[in-house]
């Protein structure tokens, strides 16, 4: 989850911490401690939550026999940096598993052509 995170916020975060409620925490690279996801910005706890999702996939479906990754509107409120690092991110978790991301919008076209 935490490299997850790493990649999908270009390095700015290294850890990702959950609590039994299901509550995280991230903690930027070089900072002592982690910092709770209320005091995140809303793009930046979209992120974190898309990296717990694509994390519980990989624990939970078969690595020997990798179904299918839907994702419907998933990056929809991510501004177009956070896209595109969210889109590099699942092109390196393709390689793994077909990934079917569903959208509304064309510049997740636009940005994997350009």
Do not use: N, W
């Amino acid at each position: 989850m935490g490299e997850l995170f790493s990649a999908l916020t270009g390095g700015k975060y290294q850890e990702v911490t959950l609590t039994r409620e299901l509550e995280a925490s991230a903690r930027e690279a070089g900072a002592v401690l982690p910092r709770r996801a209320i005091t995140l910005s809303q793009g930046t706890v979209d992120q974190l939550y898309l990296a717990v999702r694509l994390a519980v996939c990989e624990l939970a479906l078969p690595a020997e026999d990798p179904s299918p990754l839907v994702l419907d509107d998933a990056l929809t409120d991510f501004d177009d940096g956070r896209m595109a690092l969210a889109l590099d991110c699942l092109k390196d978790l393709a390689r793994e598993r077909q990934i079917l991301l569903f959208t509304c919008h064309g510049r997740e076209k636009a940005c994997l052509e350009g």
